[in-house]
Structures are given as C-alpha cells and as structure tokens.
C-alpha cells in the first residue's frame, strides 16, 4: 500500500511559480513511477508529468514542456513538480499517482487508469 499526500498548491499570478510537493508512505515508493495530474471544473483528468522510479527519465504534456519540472528524491519518499511561468488555464485540483506496472511507455504513464494510487488533490489557481 502507497499512501500519498499532496501540498503546496495555492494562489498565484499570472507568470508566477508554485512548488508542488507528494510525500508518500510505503517502502515500495522507489520502484514506482509517479505522475501529476490535474483536473478543472467540468474537464476530464489530464496528464501532466510523469518520473521513472530512477529519476532519469521524465515526460511531460506538452502544454506544460518547458514550464514545469517534475523530479523525486527517493530517500525522501517525495515527489515535486516545480511550476513556472503559470497561465490562467493552469488553475486546476492537482493529483499525484503512483503506478506499479514497470516499464510503461510514455502513453502508459499518461494514462490516468493504469495508476493505481491517488493523491487527495491540491487546488492550484493561477489569477490573470
């Protein structure tokens, strides 16, 4: 079992930065790869980022490429997602996710169902 507790959400301005931070539970955390997603009112889920359990492989939607950072610290049990020059069309409840399956190419790991430990959320809100 992998618990997951997200922080760090917040209000923000347009073009300002937010440190989004997933502290999970379990001894398993390290070999799983993790994922951000996030969520707005009357949309369906979207992939934001996702980390391989080493640390050395991301991907990123590509709304967010070169924008937000996600990166882990395994002897933490932590996952960040660093977010830069936010957008208005970023306000959204932010999910992290872990997902057991090894190996997923980058459509597995953007794929919200193959994830099978949620987060509760954290509200980020980007004003203009």
């Known amino acids: 079992q992998v618990q997951l507790v997200e922080s760090g959400g917040g209000l923000v301005q347009a073009g300002g930065s937010l440190r989004l931070s997933c502290a999970a539970s379990?001894?398993?955390?390290?070999?799983?790869?993790m994922g951000w997603f996030r969520q707005a009112p009357g949309k369906e889920r979207e992939f934001v980022a996702a980390i391989r359990w080493s640390g050395l492989t991301t991907y990123y939607a590509n709304s967010v490429k070169g924008r937000f950072t996600i990166s882990r610290n395994n002897a933490q049990n932590t996952v960040y997602l660093q977010m830069n020059s936010l957008k208005p069309e970023d306000t959204a409840v932010y999910y992290c996710?872990?997902?057991?399956?090894?190996?997923?190419?980058?459509?597995?790991?953007?794929?919200?169902?193959?994830?099978?430990?949620w987060g509760q959320g954290t509200q980020v809100t980007v004003s203009s």
């Open positions: 996710a872990a997902v057991t399956a090894p190996g997923l190419d980058i459509v597995g790991v953007s794929t919200y169902t193959n994830y099978d430990y």
């Open positions: 379990g001894r398993t955390f390290r070999s799983y790869a």
